[in-house]
Structure formats: structure tokens, C-alpha cells
Nanobody, 123 residues
Framework: QLQLVESGGGLVQPGGSLRLSCAAS????????IGWFRQAPGKEREGVSC????????TYADSVKGRFTISRDNAKKTAYLQMNSLKPEDTAVYYC????????????????WGQGTQVTVSS
């Protein structure tokens, strides 16, 4: 059974950094792209970043380009989202999801999701 578990969220001041992890179990991560999504209170879930199965292709939402970096370690079955220069508007629950392709971060294309981890950026 395919499972994803996010960790690394928390409270951070504006300008700070966090690294989120997405640990996979029950399947071979090598064959799947990993996407990161977020949902702020009262807003729709949106795509943040995605990395292809072999790590060769990465995509980012315009709002996080230059601040967030996605990576993966298939041997550890884990993907990461390094978030720097955090802003209050980055506050959200962050989810990782797995699918064969990034599909331009189309939520509807991702069938396997984690439970999410809360990120709060506040002074």
C-alpha cells in the first residue's frame, strides 16, 4: 500500500527556513514524481513544486521560485522541500503527493497523498 508521510513543519519567523520531508513506503519511489502542494485557510490547494522520478526535472510555482528547492533521495525513499526566506503568505498545510508524472502540478492527476504538515510563518 502506497503511503506518504510529511514532516518538518512548524512555526518560523519571516525570513526563516524550514525543510520538509516526505517519506514513502509501500512502493518503489524511483518510478514516481513527487509534488508538493499547500493549502492555506480559506483557500484552494495549490501546487508548489514537483520533481520527476529521476530528479532530472523540477518545477516551481512562481510564488516560490528562488526561495524553495525540491530534491529527492530515492535510496532513502524520501523527498524534500527546502524553504528559505519564508513569508507570512507561505503559511499553509503542506502536502506531498506521488504520481508517475508532474503533470504541471495538476492536483487532479495526483492519486496518492500524505496527511500534511503545518507551516506557520509569523513573528
Amino acid at each position: 500500500q502506497l503511503q506518504l508521510v510529511e514532516s518538518g513543519g512548524g512555526l518560523v519567523q519571516p525570513g526563516g527556513s524550514l525543510r520538509l520531508s516526505c517519506a514513502a513506503s509501500g512502493f518503489t519511489l524511483d518510478y514516481y514524481a513527487i509534488g508538493w502542494f499547500r493549502q492555506a485557510p480559506g483557500k484552494e490547494r495549490e501546487g508548489v513544486s514537483c520533481i520527476s522520478s529521476n530528479g532530472g526535472v523540477t518545477t516551481y510555482a512562481d510564488s516560490v521560485k528562488g526561495r524553495f528547492t525540491i530534491s529527492r533521495d530515492n535510496a532513502k525513499k524520501t523527498a524534500y522541500l527546502q524553504m528559505n526566506s519564508l513569508k507570512p503568505e507561505d503559511t499553509a498545510v503542506y502536502y506531498c503527493a506521488a504520481e508517475r508524472l508532474c503533470s504541471d502540478l495538476d492536483l487532479a492527476e495526483f492519486r496518492s497523498w500524505g496527511q500534511g504538515t503545518q507551516v506557520t510563518v509569523s513573528s
